[in-house]
């Protein structure tokens, strides 16, 4: 009887111990800690790829990834240059319209993104 209970405690502290695991994973993948306007590189992919914001807003490109990365607009209106894994950079727009933009070491990997001002 007493191994019975034992073993139910054991149980139950293996039970929460895999309950904090699932939730502490869900809240890394919604990105719940991400700042707002806040554009993620990791992968070497942008997350969001698309993000809207309102005019006079900063954007911040913060590297989450082992390698360097760029935000370069194909228009050359910006260009936050190198940043290192674990840096970010901060851009303003102050101009309303959508703007393409790419990594410049990783655009044929795919690393394009746009930012929507409204
Ligand atoms: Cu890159």
């Not at 990791?42 to 360097?68: A, Y």
């Not at 959508?98 to 409204?118: A, D, E, L, R």
Request: glycine share 6%; charged share 15%.
């Amino acid at each position: 009887m007493k191994r019975t209970k034992i073993s139910s405690l054991a149980t139950e502290a293996f039970l929460l111990a895999i309950m904090t695991i699932v939730i502490s994973s869900c809240s890394s993948s919604t990105n719940a800690t991400t700042p707002p306007n806040t554009v993620t590189m990791s992968g070497s992919q942008f997350h969001p790829k698309t993000l809207t914001i309102t005019k006079g807003t900063e954007v911040t490109w913060l590297n989450d990834d082992g390698v360097t990365h760029t935000s370069t607009s194909d228009k050359g209106i910006w260009d936050t240059k190198d940043i290192e894994a674990g840096k970010s950079k901060k851009i303003p727009f102050n101009t309303v319209g959508t703007f393409t933009y790419v990594c410049i070491y990783h655009s044929n990997m795919g690393m394009v993104g746009t930012i929507i001002v409204q």
